[in-house]
C-alpha cells in the first residue's frame, strides 16, 4: 500500500507499506527517513528534533548530497541543493507483495540555474522489501559538460557508537577531513572521538556490525565512501541534533565524492546505487 500523506505544516511524504518493509519518502529531498524491514531492527536513524519544514532538510534517514558533496563546489550550499528541493513524483508502484518501487525526479529550473547554470534530470528510485536500494541516476540534459560530486548520507541507527565496527575499508585511501591529510586507513573502523574520513579506490561491500547484528552495503557507480560521527562536541553543535545523539547513529556514505568525482557529457548518464541488507 502506498499512501500521499501530509504533516500538519502540509510537508508531504510516501507512507509505504508492503509485506517485507515499512518506509517513509518526503518530497522534499527524495529524502526516506524512515525504513522498517519486517524481520529487522529499523535501519534509519531520525533525530528526534529533525524538523519537518521547507528548505531545511531533514536530521537523519538518507539526505542526497547532489550535484556536490561537502564543499566539493565551493560555490554552492554544504552538500548542494537536492536535499532541500521539492521531487516530483513519477511513479509508485507495488511491484509485488513484497516490493515496492518509487520514483521521483528533480530537473532544473529558473532558480536551480541561477545558483548551478546546467540542464539536469535528477531520478531518484527507491526499491523498498527485505532490502532497501536506492538508486542516484543523474542525466546531463545540456549541451555543455558538467561535473558532479555526491553521496547517499546514509545515518545507522545504532544502539551504542563504541559496541560498533566497520570492515571493508582496510588498506583504502582515507582523506582525513578533520587533519585534512590522505593516508592509508588499515584495519576495522570503532569510534572513541569525531570521525570524518572519505575511502577512495572501494570495490568491496562495506559491514557495519553491532552486537548480533550485521549491515551489508552494497554499492555501484561508486568508488569511494564517507564515515562520519561528529562524536560529543560536534554533536553539541550540530543542528536539529540532541548533545547525546552522536552515541545512536554511524554514517557510511555511499558516495562519489572528492577525486572519485563524475563529468557527465551532454545525454550522459550516472548512476550511484546502494543496497543496505540486514543479515
Ligand atoms: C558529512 C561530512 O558528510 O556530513 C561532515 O563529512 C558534516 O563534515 C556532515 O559535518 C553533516 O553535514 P550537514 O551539512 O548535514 O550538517
Known amino acids: 500500500m502506498i499512501q500521499l500523506k501530509q504533516f500538519d505544516n502540509g510537508f508531504s511524504y510516501l507512507q509505504v507499506n508492503n509485506l517485507s518493509c515499512s518506509a517513509k519518502i518526503a518530497l522534499q529531498g527524495a529524502h526516506i527517513f524512515e525504513f522498517r524491514p519486517v524481520l529487522h531492527d529499523n535501519l534509519l ?81 527507491f526499491t523498498l522489501s527485505e532490502t532497501l536500494s536506492v538508486e542516484l541516476k543523474t542525466t546531463n540534459k545540456d549541451i555543455k559538460a558538467f561535473k558532479i560530486t555526491q553521496a547517499l548520507h546514509t545515518y ?35 569510534f572513541n572521538e569525531e570521525f570524518d574520513r572519505v575511502f577512495q579506490n572501494l570495490h568491496d561491500t562495506i559491514l ?34 540532541e548533545a547525546d545523539a552522536y552515541k545512536e547513529f554511524v554514517c557510511i556514505e555511499s558516495a562519489n565524492a572528492y577525486e572519485d568525482f563524475r563529468v557527465l557529457q551532454p545525454q550522459e548518464s550516472h548512476s550511484l546505487k546502494a543496497t543496505f541488507t540486514t543479515l
Request: net charge negative; hydrophobic share 35%.
Open 45 to 125: 536513524w531520525l533525530s528526534p528534533i529533525s524538523e519537518f519544514k521547507e528548505q531545511s532538510a531533514i536530521r537523519g534517514g538518507i539526505p542526497i548530497c547532489w550535484p556536490s558533496f561537502g564543499n566539493n563546489n565551493p560555490a554552492l550550499a554544504q552538500h548542494g541543493f537536492a536535499r532541500t528541493s521539492l521531487f516530483t513524483l513519477i511513479s509508485a508502484e507495488d511491484i509485488n507483495p513484497n516490493t515496492t518501487q518509487i520514483i521521483l525526479k528533480l530537473t532544473d529550473t529558473q532558480e536551480t540555474r541561477e545558483i548551478w547554470n546546467y540542464q539536469f534530470e535528477l531520478e531518484v528510485i
Open 208 to 241: 557495519l556490525k553491532e552486537n548480533n547484528k550485521t549491515v551489508e552495503i552494497k554499492s555501484s557507480g561508486s568508488n569511494s565512501a564517507v564515515v562520519w560521527n561528529p562524536w560529543i562536541d560536534k554533536c553539541a553543535k550540530m543542528s536539529a541534533m
Open 156 to 190: 545507522f541507527d545504532i544502539s551504542d557508537i563504541s559496541h560498533v565496527e566497520i570492515s571493508g575499508l582496510d588498506n583504502k585511501p582515507c582523506f582525513d577531513a578533520l587533519t585534512q591529510k590522505t593516508e592509508p586507513f588499515y584495519g576495522n573502523i570503532t
